[in-house]
């Protein structure tokens, strides 16, 4: 199968999801309380799990969306990402990330010709592990700082509520359905 074509980049400011509800998918981050994040990555996760083994889940409902199976190995690779940089912001005082083109991983990965049913596993193995680095994280740890590349800055607090939304609006890309 050939590449399909390349959505336009997304280069929205995405940080306003730590502090506002989400329009489209309705997450609000201010009722997250830091106890409830290891279960709504699951939550999140398994829905998008769940549609990359529906019916006709390698299908774009538009030439330049992705299909429930290109979010969902988008949503697997952003929560070993963001495991990954949790790590850093637990073990290292303010670390700055690498970058990530979300669009060149899905590209060099091939999302499109992957498998969905170890795409589902997957998905459900990384969510699993970084719901358990979440509920790992003591009290005094989520004010602890790391950065972007472009230097947005966040707190454990603040980057698990953009995580959060990550998932929770891919959840409704697959889905329709608000959170």
Known sequence: MSAPPTPEPDLKDWTWAIRDRCPDCGFDPAKVEHAAVPALTRRFATVVAHAVLGPGAGERPAPTVWSPLEYGCHVRDVCVLFDERLQLMLDEDDPQFANWDQDEAALEQRYWAQQPTPVADAIRS????????????????????????????????????????????HAWDVTGKQW
Do not use: K
Request: aromatic content about 14%.
């Open 126 to 169: 990384a969510a699993d592990r970084i719901a358990q680095s979440f509920a790992s994280v003591e009290d005094d740890q989520w004010a602890r700082p790391g950065r972007r590349s472009n230097g947005s800055l966040f707190t454990v607090d603040t980057f698990a509520r953009y995580f959060l939304h990550d998932l929770a609006h």
